[in-house]
């Protein structure tokens, strides 16, 4: 039983900061990279950053400088800060876990373990 939790979703105004986390449980936390994706109403999942098991942080275009990646595996949890928030930040954050061997963490499909995601709205 492998579970992804996430949480620290909610409404703020745009410059504000929120705090995603991501508990999991039924699998060896230190072994996956931990990825975070974004969805909007109509559009496709987007890759938002993940960081790998060495630490190792990527993070896309429309949040790179913005948004920080962590993870702590004594707690069994990984974290988006986000700060400086747009209203085009707006969407459902999915947290995912992906097993590390022959992988990168950049794409959904290399990624077993979904959370079911927590909703992020900026407004004006």
């Known amino acids: 039983q492998v579970q992804l939790v996430e949480s620290g979703g909610g409404l703020v105004q745009t410059g504000g900061s929120l705090r995603l986390s991501c508990a999991a449980s039924?699998?060896?936390?230190?072994?996956?990279?931990m990825g975070w994706f974004r969805q909007a109403p109509g559009k496709e999942r987007e890759f938002v950053g993940a960081?790998?098991?060495?630490?190792?942080?990527y993070y896309s275009n429309p949040v790179e400088g913005r948004f920080t990646i962590s993870r702590d595996n004594p707690k069994n949890t990984a974290y988006l800060q986000m700060n400086s928030l747009k209203p085009e930040d707006t969407a459902v954050y999915y947290c995912?876990?992906?097993?590390?061997?022959?992988?990168?963490?950049?794409?959904?499909?290399?990624?077993?373990?979904w959370g079911q995601g927590t909703q992020v709205t900026v407004s004006s």
């Open positions: 039924g699998l060896t936390f230190s072994r996956y990279i």
């Open positions: 995912a876990a992906a097993s590390s061997l022959g992988r990168i963490g950049l794409a959904v499909r290399e990624y077993d373990y």
């Open positions: 960081i790998l098991n060495g630490g190792r942080t």
